[in-house]
């Protein structure tokens, strides 16, 4: 799995320290939710906003519930 990761999604990945592996943990094994452009995982208290194109996740935020 190949993360790519908006500056905004980096951001909130420091400000909430959340590391890749986190994120890869809650995209394998978390529930998804369709959105407009995307997927939203849900994995313990994370959320990930995210859009797949191939084999490449483009990250594009990261929240804490």
């Not at 980096?10 to 890749?20: F, H, L, S, T, V």
């Not at 990930?48 to 990250?59: L, M, N, S």
Request: proline share 2%.
């Amino acid at each position: 799995m190949r993360l790519i990761l908006t500056r905004h999604a980096q951001e909130q990945m420091d400000a909430r320290g959340i590391d890749k592996e986190q994120i890869k943990t809650a995209i394998a094994r978390g529930s998804k939710t369709p959105q407009t452009d995307g997927l939203v995982a849900r994995y313990t208290y994370i959320r990930i906003a995210y859009k797949v194109t191939g084999d490449e996740y483009i990250i594009k935020t990261v929240m804490i519930d």
